[in-house]
């Protein structure tokens, strides 16, 4: 059988796409509300949307999944909505031990994608691999804010790591973006904020497609 795997930041895991999942998120979010919904992760916070959802998910018998299998697609798209915006995508296929195809989908926006992003660089096609992800706690600033990490690990039960040199050469070039604009008497955070990012993403996006050729040229021939 084929499943849509997909992330969700509220309960941090991945779920199988489903008529329940797709009950079970917007039955929570209607309690929620749209701005508590949006503020995603939030713990055992009685007023968060992260005991809502649990809630619903219980309800519909909705469970989290480890995906593992071995690694036979890597790859970028953009969808676009009615309204004309596009959102990209990271894809990652695998094949379950009982022959199940599960296809990742996330958004190369998120922590998530690129964090596997990040490491996918150093797994190779026919790889078997197990895929898990949670939210985090930071503190900065005298605030929490959450991220949400990512585990990739090898047959043999070892972490594969992150391309170390991929992620500073990003850091370094976001910083240069804020230098920049600063230089140029810009100094408004959202704007700065919103600017790193969009390069963030670019960055992430190239190093995707340079991965999705691998697997590409990989791919048996139809």
């Known amino acids: 059988m084929k499943f849509l795997i997909l992330y969700s930041t509220i309960l941090g895991g991945f779920y199988a796409q ?27 916070d009685p007023k968060g ?5 649990k809630k619903y998910f219980r309800a519909e018998n909705v469970a989290a999944i480890v995906p593992e299998g071995e690694l036979q697609h890597v790859g970028f798209v953009t969808n676009r909505d009615a309204s004309g915006n596009t959102y990209p995508k990271l894809r990652v ?8 195809q599960l296809l990742l989908s996330l958004d190369v926006k998120s922590d998530v994608a690129q964090r596997l992003i990040g490491k996918l660089d150093n797994c190779f096609p026919g790889q078997q691999i197990k895929v898990s992800a949670w939210p985090t706690t930071v503190q900065r600033d005298g605030r929490t804010f959450i991220n949400h990490a990512v585990s990739v690990k090898g047959l043999d039960g070892k972490e594969i790591p992150t391309n170390s040199a991929f992620s500073a050469s990003v850091k370094e070039i976001c910083n240069g973006v804020e230098v920049a ?5 810009i100094t408004d955070k959202k704007v700065i904020a919103t600017a790193k990012a969009t390069k963030r993403v670019d960055a992430y996006k190239e190093m995707l497609v340079k991965i999705q050729s691998i697997f590409t040229v990989a791919a048996p021939a139809a």
Do not use: C, F, M, P
């Not at 489903?18 to 055992?44: C, F, P």
């Not at 949307?49 to 959802?53: P, V």
């Not at 296929?93 to 199940?100: I, M, P, R, S, Y």
């Open 18 to 44: 489903s008529e329940a999942l797709t009950n079970a998120v917007n039955a929570a979010r209607h309690e929620a509300g749209d701005d508590l919904w949006k503020r995603g992760y939030s713990g055992n």
């Open 49 to 53: 949307a992260t005991l809502i959802a």
């Open 93 to 100: 296929g695998l094949v379950a031990a009982n022959g199940d």
């Open 181 to 185: 604009l600063k230089s140029a008497g």
